[in-house]
């Protein structure tokens, strides 16, 4: 059974840094594309940044600003979200989510997605 599942988040204070892990089982997902969305409360969920399964191409939302940077090992079946800079508006629940199909946009079309990882930033 596919299954991914998100860890390392937290709380950290406004211009802190966290990294997110998400730990794909259950399948070989070296061939697929992986994802981070992120759903704040009261909102829908949101596309965050999206990484080829080779890792070479990414895609990120523009707000951003470049302060997230989205990695993957398959060798190791890990994806990992690096998070600088963070301020109180990325307070949310962060979900990985992997797909076959790799597309560069703000697309919900994702086959598998896990749980949830709980992010907090304080101002």
Do not use: H
């Not at 990325?90 to 703000?106: F, I, L």
Request: hydrophobic share 35%.
């Amino acid at each position: 059974q596919a299954q991914l599942v998100e860890s390392g988040g937290g709380l950290v204070q406004t211009g802190g840094s966290l990294r997110l892990s998400c730990a794909a089982s259950g399948r070989t997902f070296s061939r697929y594309a992986m994802a981070w969305f992120r759903q704040a409360p009261g909102e829908e969920r949101e596309f965050v940044a999206v990484i080829s399964w080779s890792g070479v191409y990414k895609y990120y939302a523009d707000f951003l600003e470049g302060r997230f940077i989205i990695s993957k090992d398959n060798a190791k079946n890990m994806m990992y979200l690096q998070m600088n800079n963070l301020k109180p508006e990325d307070t949310a629940v962060y979900y990985c989510a992997a797909d076959q199909t790799y597309r560069p946009e703000a697309t919900m079309m994702y086959e598998y997605w896990g749980q949830g990882t709980q992010v907090t930033v304080s101002s």
